[in-house]
């Protein structure tokens, strides 16, 4: 019944702020100790977990990309979004949002950093 749905630009110019929202429905993102994350994989290569956003609102992020990631919820939409600064053609990727430990997984979006 739990369905994730990705939205956002697909198309964001290098130095820019990639943001996207996910939106949960058939549950509350509050609710049962859930984990939120967002999960991306470029062009032939592997998935990246991003970080994620509990039911209370603390975060976790991957070392590699906490200087340029935010993970926010607004709670009254039951959503959850992703702000990724500076980007460069490098985070080119299909960029997923998920509930890991209940294999919930949104259909993912196709994201290209071009100018």
């Known amino acids: 019944q739990v369905q994730l749905q990705e939205s956002g630009p697909g198309l964001v110019e290098p130095s820019q702020t990639l943001s996207l929202t996910c939106t949960v429905s058939g549950g509350s993102i509050t609710a049962n100790k859930y984990h939120w994350s967002w999960i991306r994989q470029p062009p032939g290569k592997g998935l990246e977990w991003m970080g994620a956003?509990?039911?209370?609102?603390?975060?976790y992020y991957n070392p590699s990309l906490k200087s340029r990631t935010s993970i926010s919820r607004d709670t009254s939409k039951n959503q959850f979004s992703l702000q990724l600064a500076s980007v460069t053609p490098e985070d080119t990727a299909v960029y997923y949002c998920a509930s890991l430990k209940n294999n919930y997984w949104g259909q993912g979006t196709e994201v290209t950093v071009s100018s």
């Open positions: 956003i509990d039911y209370e609102g603390s975060n």
